[in-house]
């Protein structure tokens, strides 16, 4: 059964600090998504990554995609109240497999 | 309107209740999906339709009940739930067929409690 874990589960930190969440599995995916999930809504795609070591920049987050293809992170600089979501990561391969994702709270 | 819709936002209803969910897509997508995202669980595929064709039905039981009838409209009939069927379900849809693994475009979803 492929899962994915994710990193921590809650994460609450001071507006102007950094972080990094974690999105690892056993399995090969051909390719990984990040989405983040606010209150009340449905996920919104951020990024998706393809290639081994494939890192993407999206204003202060950065996403990188393990050399092996098995997992991944996101970088937040100077995180700010608007970056408080759920973060969820999904991986494709024949099928789509979703963590269950990191709460983050930026406090102001 | 652009996106993915969902109505309703929110539903109340007893066990005993048939009611309806919809979803609609302004995007040009062939594909639709309904997931289900319970608390403390990974969001949990449903459906899945491609150009209106149920292509995958991963074990669902027949209280819920698929309809679509174009490759924008998506709806769940729900019928004879129970409280554990609570949960926020989730449209989407994305370009082509690929499980989605170009990235889904998601409807805000509708908040279900079975009372």
């Known amino acids: 059964t492929q899962l994915l874990e994710q990193s921590p589960q809650f994460l609450s930190i001071q507006e102007g600090e950094n972080l990094t969440v974690y999105c690892n599995s056993s399995?090969?995916?051909?390719?990984l998504q990040w989405y983040r999930q606010e209150p009340g809504e449905g996920p919104v795609l951020l990024v998706t990554?393809?290639?081994?070591?494939e890192v993407k920049k999206l204003k202060r987050l950065t996403f990188q995609f393990g050399d092996a293809r098995k997992d991944s992170s996101l970088h937040i600089t100077a995180a700010q109240p608007g970056d408080t979501g759920l973060y969820l990561c999904?991986?494709?391969?024949?099928?789509?497999?979703f963590g269950k994702g990191t709460r983050l709270h930026i406090l102001p | 309107e652009t996106g993915v819709t969902q109505t309703p936002r929110h539903l109340v209803m007893g066990m005993t209740n048939k009611k309806s969910l919809k979803c609609e897509q302004h995007?040009?997508?062939?594909?639709m999906y309904w997931y289900k995202q319970s608390a403390k669980k990974p969001l949990e595929l449903m459906f899945v339709?491609?150009?209106?064709?149920?292509?995958e039905n991963n074990s669902v039981p027949s209280r819920f009940s698929p309809e679509c009838p174009n490759s924008s409209h998506l709806f769940l009939h729900l019928h004879t739930l129970q409280p554990e069927d609570s949960a926020l379900y989730l449209c989407?849809?994305?370009?082509?067929?690929?499980?989605?693994?170009?990235?889904?475009?998601f409807g805000s979803g509708t908040r279900l409690t079975v009372v």
């Open positions: 989407a849809s994305s370009q082509g067929w690929s499980r989605g693994a170009g990235g889904y475009t």
């Open positions: 399995s090969v995916f051909s390719s």
């Open positions: 990554v393809v290639t081994g070591g």
């Open positions: 999904a991986g494709a391969d024949d099928k789509i497999i």
């Open positions: 995007l040009g997508h062939n594909a």
């Open positions: 339709y491609n150009f209106k064709e149920q292509t």
